[in-house]
């Protein structure tokens, strides 16, 4: 079972604000990005147009009401259940602060913002940190008991697990704010194992959603926030006025209506024929193995000499996320994006000369 860890903030060795864009952000022209999980190809045009309409009413001061109403109805909520947020890494900076905690517990490896966020509150955090051979499944009494705030991913980035919503809902219970990421949720077909829906009646839970995948819109900068009014309120209280800008407004209200969720559910069911492919390219390698089963828009990879291979794969013109920026990875990781079939054979194919050159 695994075991909690304790994590002073000098003991963090793990740089913790490593993010993918930073495998390509000086890369210049012509690398395939693998290392970016934002859906290619995207914003759409229709969401473009919407965003750019927006901008004849930036005089005005931003109103999130519309917005707010267009996502409670998305989930099926009350209004006072959600809070809009600058993208989800804000939420994880406003749950810092907005709460408490006596015991902080993060479940590793994951997203490394919430925890960032915690030690920069000057909270004192504790790491459940799962194991390869347990497939990096959350067993609930990993946990500590008297845990009073708990983060997880679902699907989990950056292993691509996807833990089922009872295994996640055993861990909320009074007294305790159970915080679920679920960043990529929108990319697994169905979103079987959200939570979202269940904001305000377990209790403690907070859901945190994303935008920027699925849309496209890491530089706009949208997310939200599914929780009972008093938390929701509390997340309020830490937050600025006007934090989200009229032009995200405008992508939420856009990106939450019918039409927008029916073309998210169809790219999730293409993200998961595109993710087979890759899995099955991988597997034809011997070197390589994969985190399965994988339900996210990533994979995760072990193999040997791993930096050096992801320096080969940019002399080769592609970028992959290094994994031991994760608490509970180390150097023998890679983070892969799911993209098209044709892209994926490319890749594959020059990660076999990556891996067989010395």
Not at 287 to 300: D, H, I, T, Y
Not at 336 to 344: G, L, Q, S, W
Request: aromatic share 4%.
């Amino acid at each position: 079972m695994p075991t909690p860890t304790e994590g002073p903030q000098e003991d963090s060795v793990e740089d913790l604000r490593h993010h993918g864009d930073a495998e390509v952000r000086d890369a210049g022209a012509g690398l395939t990005d693998l290392a970016v999980n934002v859906r290619a190809g995207t914003p759409p045009a229709w969401l473009k147009e919407r965003i750019a309409a927006s901008l004849d009413g930036l005089a005005a001061y931003p109103d999130p009401r519309p917005a707010r109403r267009a996502v409670a109805a998305r989930h099926g909520l009350p209004v006072d259940h959600v809070l809009l947020t600058a993208g989800a890494a804000e939420a994880f900076v406003l749950v810092a602060r907005a709460f408490a905690a006596r015991r902080p517990v993060v479940v590793h490896p994951q997203f490394t913002e919430p925890e960032a966020a915690l030690r920069d509150a000057g909270h004192r955090v504790e790491r459940v940190l799962l194991r390869e051979r347990e497939g990096f499944r959350l067993a609930p009494e990993a946990v500590p008991e008297d845990a009073d705030l708990v983060v997880v991913g679902n699907p989990t980035n950056p292993t691509s697990v996807l833990h089922p919503a009872g295994v996640l809902g055993a861990l909320a219970r009074p007294g305790r704010v159970l915080v679920v990421d679920e960043a990529f949720m929108d990319a697994v077909p169905g979103e079987r194992a959200s939570l979202a829906a269940r904001a305000g009646e377990l209790p403690g839970l907070v859901v945190l959603r994303s935008l920027t995948k699925t849309w496209g819109l890491a530089g706009l900068r949208i997310g939200y926030v599914l929780a009972a009014p008093e938390s929701i309120a509390a997340l309020a209280r830490a937050q600025p006025l006007w934090p989200v800008s009229a032009p995200a407004l405008a992508a939420a209200e856009g990106c939450s209506a019918p039409a927008a969720l029916a073309e998210a559910e169809h790219a999730a069911r293409r993200i998961a024929a595109d993710r087979a492919h890759l899995l099955t390219r991988l597997g034809e390698l011997e070197r390589v193995r994969v985190c399965e089963p994988a339900e996210g828009p990533f994979v995760l990879v072990r193999l040997p000499d791993a930096a050096a291979v992801r320096e080969r794969l940019r002399g080769r013109g592609f970028a992959v996320r290094r994994g031991d920026t994760f608490p509970g990875l180390g150097p023998d990781w890679l983070r892969i994006a799911v993209r098209d079939p044709e892209t994926t054979d490319r890749f594959t194919e020059a990660l076999a000369k990556s891996l067989t050159e010395t």
